[in-house]
């Protein structure tokens, strides 16, 4: 199902049963009820309930959407430092030159053809794509310079190789979801409980108080929606993509 199908089903949702239950609710009220005689303090809680909830739902959608962006920058870092081992051995013998370039284009390559729909659908990386990485290094790291022209580039070659490592085992550690059960749970019966004391106001079925909770209801499942979408980065609508990788090696795109 599309997410954004997942979306528009959840916004609706979450407005009818907001609209079913005022309506049941109202059917069944006494005849004498008035809905002006809602006790005071029941709107000072409602009022607290909903800041509190807001305030726990910001910061959740503010930390998934760092815990994204970080991934981001995971997988511009590891593309760059590839980049740039490519590059930087332009200065050793063509046979060395050429095994270590073919060996990154070929990791580059694995990434973006295999690695990345297992990450998306399994939410972890392969041990074939650290195999590859590892011959990289040792392609890097044994080689012995032949002058100083090449010893001036071997140790910023390392430098690289390090900042790809690093950066792999960073992506590596960013595929899976970033909140946890217990704070999804608090945040599903928190909304629930939000969206219940606008029942306790007494709301009838006027147009305008039927339309208000609907869009309060429907704006809590948006934000819900999001922080889910962006909880896992690789996996969701909007996910981290491989574009530094084609960007970098652009025959990849090919």
């Known amino acids: 199902m599309p997410d954004w199908l997942v979306l528009v089903l959840a916004m609706l949702g979450a407005?009818?049963?907001?609209?079913?239950?005022?309506?049941?609710?109202?059917?069944?009220?006494?005849?004498?009820?008035?809905?002006?005689?809602?006790?005071?303090?029941?709107?000072?809680?409602?009022m607290w309930i909903g800041v509190v909830y807001a305030i726990v739902l910001g910061l959740a959608i503010?930390?998934?959407?760092?815990?994204?962006?970080?991934?981001?920058?995971y997988v511009q870092n590891e593309a760059q430092a590839l980049h740039e081992i490519s590059e930087r051995v332009r200065v050793y013998p063509p046979d060395v030159r050429d095994r270590i370039r073919n060996d990154v284009n070929t990791y580059a390559g694995y990434v973006v053809d295999h690695e990345w729909k297992r990450m998306a659908n399994q939410e972890q990386v392969t041990d074939?794509?650290?195999?590859?990485?590892?011959?990289?290094?040792?392609?890097?790291?044994?080689?012995?310079?032949?002058?100083?022209?090449?010893a001036q580039a071997y140790q910023p070659l390392l430098d690289q190789m390090t900042a790809a490592d690093q950066a792999r085992n960073d992506r590596a550690d960013s595929t899976g979801a970033t909140m946890p059960p217990v704070v999804w749970w608090g945040l599903l019966v928190g909304?629930?409980?939000?969206?219940?004391?606008?029942?306790?106001?007494?709301?009838?079925?006027?147009?305008?108080?039927?339309?208000?909770?609907?869009?309060?209801?429907a704006t809590i499942a948006f934000m819900l929606f999001l922080i889910w979408d962006f909880d896992a980065p690789f996996s969701r609508g909007i996910a981290v993509t491989a574009e530094p990788f084609t960007n970098l090696f652009p025959t990849l795109a090919k």
């Open 15 to 46: 407005c009818a049963v907001v609209v079913v239950i005022t309506v049941v609710r109202n059917r069944r009220a006494p005849d004498d009820e008035d809905p002006s005689e809602t006790p005071d303090v029941i709107e000072y809680m409602t």
């Open 128 to 150: 074939r794509g650290t195999e590859l990485l590892q011959k990289v290094r040792h392609d890097v790291t044994d080689y012995r310079p032949k002058n100083d022209f090449e």
């Open 191 to 217: 909304g629930l409980v939000t969206v219940g004391m606008v029942f306790a106001l007494q709301i009838r079925r006027t147009r305008r108080e039927l339309v208000l909770a609907g869009l309060f209801s």
């Open 62 to 73: 503010a930390g998934v959407w760092e815990a994204r962006n970080s991934a981001q920058d």
